[in-house]
C-alpha cells in the first residue's frame, strides 16, 4: 500500500464543504513539472492565485508517496468552475510518471470509487470535464480507465480479466436475476462498501460490470479477513 503523509491539520482552507453524495467523479491531474509537493505549490496558489483553498485533495509524489491534502467533504480547486462535485488528484510530473505513482494512482482512485459509488468511466482527466483548455492530466484516461474498469482480485497484482464475449454472456445471465443483483449489493454493503451502491440499484443506474467488480471485491475483502482472523487465532 502507497505511503501516506497526512497534511490536513496544516493545509488551509477557504472554499465550504459539500456532502459525499454530490461527488460525481475523480478528476486527475498532472503539475506541468517534474518536481514539486504541496510546499511548494502552496505559495503560487495563494500569493499569485489567490486561493484560500488548494488546487488538490491529493498529490502523488514521484516516489509514490501521497500528500493527502484535504478530506473529500472540502471543495478544492482543481478544475475551474466544476470543484463542487469533485475529487481531485495530482500526479507531479508533466506528462511522464512513474511506475510507483501510477500503482498509487490506481490504489488511491480504486478506493475513492468504492467510497463514492462510483465506477472507471467516472475516473476523468482535468480536460475532459467542460470549459477546460489545457493538456492536463498529461496522460490518455482511456488506457487509466482501462486499468481501473479491471477488477484486482487477492493480491494487487493480480487481475480478473472479463474480455471473453462467453464469459460476459454468462455473466449477464446470471446477473438478470433481481434477487441476485441485491444479494450483490447486500454482501458488498456488509465488506464495507458504500450504501451509494444500493441508491444505484434502486435507480437502475448500476451496471453488470459494476455488479461483477463488487462481488470480486466482496470476495477479496471477506477472504482478507479470514485470513487475519487466523492470524489473530
Same mark, same amino acid.
Given at each position: ?12 482552507? #477557504? ?12 478528476? /486527475?491531474?498532472?503539475?506541468? +513539472? #517534474?518536481? +514539486? ?17 488548494? !488546487? ?7 516516489? !509514490? #508517496? ?11 480547486? !482543481? ?24 500503482? #498509487?494512482?490506481?490504489? /488511491?482512485? /480504486? ?45 494487487? =497484482? ?8 462467453? &464469459?460476459?454472456?454468462?455473466?449477464? &445471465?446470471? &446477473? ?9 449489493? =447486500? ?13 444505484? @440499484? ?9 455488479? @461483477?467488480?463488487?462481488?470480486? !471485491? ?16
Amino acid at each position: 500500500m502507497a505511503t501516506i503523509k497526512d497534511l490536513r491539520p496544516i493545509t488551509l482552507r #477557504t472554499n465550504g464543504t459539500r456532502k459525499l453524495s454530490r461527488i460525481k467523479n475523480i478528476a /486527475r491531474h498532472h503539475s506541468a +513539472g #517534474t518536481t +514539486g509537493s504541496w510546499a511548494t505549490f502552496w505559495p503560487y496558489w495563494h500569493n499569485t492565485k489567490k486561493w484560500g483553498t488548494g !488546487g488538490y485533495h491529493e498529490i502523488i509524489l514521484r516516489d !509514490g #508517496t501521497v500528500e493527502l491534502c484535504y478530506d473529500p467533504e472540502e471543495i478544492t480547486n !482543481g478544475v475551474g468552475g466544476q470543484n463542487s462535485y469533485i475529487y481531485n488528484i495530482c500526479l507531479v510530473g508533466n506528462g511522464s510518471f512513474t511506475d510507483a505513482q501510477e500503482k #498509487t494512482f490506481d490504489e /488511491r482512485a /480504486r478506493y475513492w470509487m468504492r467510497e463514492f459509488g462510483l465506477t472507471a468511466k467516472d475516473v476523468k482527466g482535468h480536460n475532459e470535464f467542460p470549459n477546460q483548455a489545457t493538456s492536463c492530466p498529461g496522460i490518455d484516461m482511456n488506457t487509466v480507465r482501462a486499468r481501473l474498469s479491471v477488477a484486482p482480485v487477492a493480491k494487487e =497484482d493480480v487481475e480478473v480479466d472479463i474480455s471473453s464475449p462467453a &464469459l460476459k454472456a454468462e455473466i449477464e &445471465l446470471t &446477473l438478470g436475476s433481481k434477487a441476485r443483483r441485491q444479494m450483490i449489493v =447486500d454482501q458488498a454493503i456488509s465488506a464495507g462498501y458504500s450504501k451509494v451502491w444500493q441508491t444505484k @440499484l434502486d435507480d437502475k443506474t448500476i451496471t453488470n460490470d459494476d455488479l @461483477l467488480a463488487l462481488g470480486a !471485491g466482496t470476495s477479496v475483502r471477506n477472504s482478507m479477513a479470514k485470513v487475519e482472523d487466523t492470524k489473530e487465532k
